[in-house]
Nanobody
Framework: QVRLIESGGGSVQAGESLRLSCAVSSDSFSDLDVGWFRQAPGRDREFLAT????????ATAGDVKGRFTISRDNAKNTIYLQMNSLQPEDPATYYC????????????????????WGQGIQVTVSS
């Protein structure tokens, strides 16, 4: 079983930064792809970034590439999403998700590819 707990959300001013954390409880953390998604009111769930633990490789959505960075903590089973220069279009509920890499040659980007989900955390940006 895999359990995901997000933290680090909150309210910031436009132009400021946040770092979201996804704490992963799993017996096979190294066999996971761990991704970040967001969903704004009235919108579909949007892929942001994903990280393949075993190879330390990442993929980031083009819309946020250069502002958002996904990474892994060196000492614990935690995946971060560093969000810089937050903008008015960024507020949403942010979700951490995970799936086994078995059968996935490429890093998955569709929400339907992920089997485990956190509860989501809110990010708000004010001007």
């Amino acid at each position: 079983q895999v359990r995901l707990i997000e933290s680090g959300g909150g309210s910031v001013q436009a132009g400021e930064s946040l770092r979201l954390s996804c704490a992963v409880s799993s017996d096979s953390f190294s066999d996971l792809d761990v991704g970040w998604f967001r969903q704004a009111p009235g919108r579909d769930r949007e892929f942001l970034a994903t990280f393949r633990v075993t190879t330390d490789t990442a993929a980031t959505a083009g819309d946020v590439k250069g502002r958002f960075t996904i990474s892994r903590d060196n000492a614990k089973n935690t995946i971060y999403l560093q969000m810089n220069s937050l903008q008015p279009e960024d507020p949403a509920t942010y979700y951490c998700a995970a799936v086994s890499i078995a059968g996935n040659l490429y890093l998955p980007t569709r929400p339907s590819k992920y089997d485990y989900w956190g509860q989501g955390i809110q990010v708000t940006v004010s001007s």
